[in-house]
């Protein structure tokens, strides 16, 4: 004989919704409840119910977030009106920084390899890896 499917009662249901309209995540409403998140996920599949009850929560949360931010735009807020143009209309702030060598002139760098600690024999096996490597098709990442 299987586990006892847990029940939301109907005033459990109501608390859900409301829990989730102040922002709580279904992790931190099953710990209200007592139960683990996957027992409430379990109960939100199985029963319509509760999983409207949870989304209309989370839809009046994140709808009373809209109205304020929205108020503060209407009232000049500054980070207000950046946060909603930067997430809702893609607007980006940039910042281009170059770096040049002396009188403005490119970078140049330099780098020298000393090979006098390296033995002939290592010094082979570098230039056999090189003639194999050069001689390999280019790997385009397809197969």
Do not use: W
């Not at 299987?2 to 710990?31: C, F, H, S, V, W």
């Not at 949870?54 to 994140?62: D, V």
């Amino acid at each position: 004989m299987g586990r006892k499917k847990k029940i939301l009662t109907p005033e459990q249901i109501t608390e859900l919704e409301k829990l989730a309209g102040y922002g709580l995540n279904q992790e931190l409403i099953a710990d209200f409840f007592n139960i683990s998140d996957r027992t409430l996920r379990n109960c939100m599949k199985e029963d319509p119910i509760i999983y409207a009850a949870y989304k209309k929560g989370k839809a009046a949360a994140i709808s009373h977030a809209a109205e304020k931010l929205q108020q503060a735009i209407d009232n000049g807020n500054l980070t207000a009106i950046i946060f909603f143009l930067k997430t809702k209309a893609g607007f980006k702030e940039t910042e281009v920084h170059e770096v040049t060598g002396s009188e403005g002139d490119p970078l140049s760098f330099e780098r020298q390899c000393d090979f006098s600690q390296v033995s002939d024999e290592n010094i082979r096996a570098l230039i056999e890896i090189a003639e194999r490597l050069e001689n390999e098709e280019p790997n385009t990442g397809t197969t």
